[in-house]
């Protein structure tokens, strides 16, 4: 979806929900009204963010502004880069596209949390079996 010179996409991850608007700037993220360093302080995160720009070669002409919800911070990361790829793609899916697809940015990644079943510790985990 694009109005007035900004695309807008959701991007998603485990529990996760980015709304990401991509317009052509100076290449400044902005999440949750802070600045991306500020929010994610972890350099893995902010590289996360950044993948998508790297692989089509376009760092520093776009500035992202996202709200993201729910979640973790992995989780939200990886949701505003799922986002950013689908923005990426609407402005120019002739040439954004085939690298995005290739690195597997613009398919949303399904798993989730198991869920912890009853007489047992977690969802895989078994109390300790004794025979006697």
Wanted: contains cysteine; charged residues 30%; hydrophobic residues 30%.
């Amino acid at each position: 979806m694009t109005k007035d010179n900004r695309t807008y996409a959701t991007g998603r991850r485990k529990e996760a929900s980015a709304r990401v608007f991509l317009s052509p700037g100076n290449g400044s993220i902005t999440i949750n009204r802070r600045e991306a360093p500020e929010y994610f302080r972890r350099a893995t995160l902010l590289m996360l963010v950044n993948q998508p720009f790297e692989v089509t070669e376009t760092e520093g002409k776009y500035d992202v502004w996202a709200t993201v919800r729910g979640g973790g911070l992995s989780g939200q990361a990886d949701a505003v880069k799922h986002g950013i790829s689908r923005c990426l793609t609407l402005i120019d899916e002739a040439t954004h596209r085939p690298p995005l697809k290739r690195s597997g940015f613009l398919t949303r990644d399904a798993r989730e949390v198991e869920r912890k079943k009853y007489g047992q510790p977690g969802a895989r985990k078994r109390f300790q079996f004794s025979k006697r």
